[in-house]
Structure formats: structure tokens, C-alpha cells
């Protein structure tokens, strides 16, 4: 790669982080291109030359937030074919876990909470982008997570019960995403961090199993 195209791709990442910062700070419609390139250090038409606009910036923001931390759980060995339910369900929830917050490890914490306020306010007011996105990189693990629990619960994919046991997985491992300031205000006179990975991952697997074998055999 020559100096002029690395010069170009480093603008280009900068522009990206900086993205994060400013539309977690203050949201797609109060944030303006000139403080993201002031943040970026770049010039003010950087971001017309690389993304062709304000809008198109936030739709790569929204991208990189949901692909980038995909390859942190990919390479855990799947389970065998034909390998029990339970045991797919422990390598989904592991591998969620990793996806979600092993990019984190190593950002600093200003990143890291930019990442989370950028998240809810996507939740509050999902952008023309979201749909995409969620087709890419959201819907093939639901649609996972409720085969699995289909069998488990030996009930219909599309079942209801299926669908609030995997409400309860999934908000398992979303809960240091939504609820970061909680934590920190229910623990004033310490640092929170966040649990080893494998730990937390083990526990919301025993939680889930325990549940499901509860919701089975007394179902509502």
C-alpha cells in the first residue's frame, strides 16, 4: 500500500472513531460533519470524499458497530454435527458473548461508553439502516437461538414460549450493553469491570438451561 493510500485509510478510520464519539454524544440529527472532522483531525470535506455524506457516514458507523466485533467469536470450534441442544446453546451464548464485548478489551473507556450510548439511541430511534443491518448480522443467530430453544422446549420454532425464553437469553447478554450506568451507580465506591468473558458466559448458559428445563416442565 502506497503512503497517499495509507494516509487515506487511516483518514478514513479516524473519521469512523470520531463518528462514534460525536453521534453517541449527541445523536445523528444534532451532530454536524464539521465537528466530526474537527474531531478527526481531518479536513471538513473528508467525509463527502469517503462516505458521500453525513447520512452515509452514520449508516458505516451503524455497520461497523454491528460487523466489526464478529470475528471475536468465530473462531470458537463449533459443536459437532448432530451435537446435543444443550451444547449448541452454550457455544452460541459463548460466542455472543465475544461478539459483543470481546472487541471491547483493550478501547479505552470514553469508546466503549460512545459505543453504548450510540446503541441505545439507535434502539430509541432506529434509523432507515437498522433493517439492514439487523437482516446481516441479528437475524441468522435469532433465527439460531430459536431452533435451539425449539428443541430444547420441544415446542415450535415460532412458539411463544420459544420466543420470551430467547427474550431472556438474549437480554442475559445484552445487560452490560444497556445498563453500564446502572452498574456503575449500584457500585459508588469501587470500579466496576466487566466479568471474565468465559465466566459470564458459563453463567447465563447454567441460568438459561435451569430456566428452560423449569419453563418445560411447568409451562405457562
Not at 452460541?92 to 461478539?99: A, K, M, W
Not at 437461538?145 to 442475559?172: H, T, W
Request: proline residues 6%; negative net charge.
Amino acid at each position: 500500500m502506497s503512503r497517499d493510500s495509507a494516509s487515506r485509510e487511516q483518514t478514513k478510520e479516524n473519521l469512523l472513531r470520531a463518528a462514534i464519539r460525536v453521534f453517541g454524544d449527541k445523536g445523528f440529527q444534532a451532530a454536524t460533519v464539521r465537528e466530526i472532522c474537527q474531531a478527526a483531525g481531518a479536513n471538513v470535506a473528508a467525509v463527502n470524499y469517503h462516505f458521500g455524506g453525513k447520512e452515509a457516514l452514520y449508516a458505516a458507523v451503524l455497520e461497523l458497530m454491528f460487523a466489526s466485533s464478529k470475528h471475536c467469536g468465530r473462531d470458537l470450534p463449533c459443536p459437532s454435527p448432530g451435537a446435543p441442544a444443550e451444547e449448541r446453546l452454550r457455544h452460541l451464548i459463548r460466542r455472543s458473548v465475544l461478539e459483543i464485548y470481546g472487541d471491547l478489551e483493550g478501547e479505552d473507556q470514553a469508546h466503549c461508553q460512545a459505543l453504548s450510548s450510540l446503541f441505545l439511541m439507535e434502539m430509541a430511534h432506529p434509523s432507515p439502516d437498522l433493517d439492514g443491518v439487523i437482516a446481516r448480522h441479528v437475524r441468522p443467530d435469532t433465527d439460531e437461538l430459536f431452533s435451539i430453544l425449539s428443541e430444547l422446549l420441544a415446542r415450535a420454532p415460532d412458539d411463544d414460549l420459544v420466543k420470551d425464553a430467547g427474550a431472556c437469553v438474549m437480554g442475559q447478554i445484552l445487560f452490560y450493553t444497556v445498563a453500564w450506568p446502572i452498574v456503575e451507580r449500584l457500585r459508588p465506591d469501587e470500579r466496576p469491570e466487566m466479568p471474565p468473558l468465559d465466566r459470564l458466559a458459563e453463567v447465563i448458559t447454567r441460568f438459561s438451561l435451569a430456566g428452560i428445563a423449569g419453563l418445560k416442565k411447568n409451562p405457562l
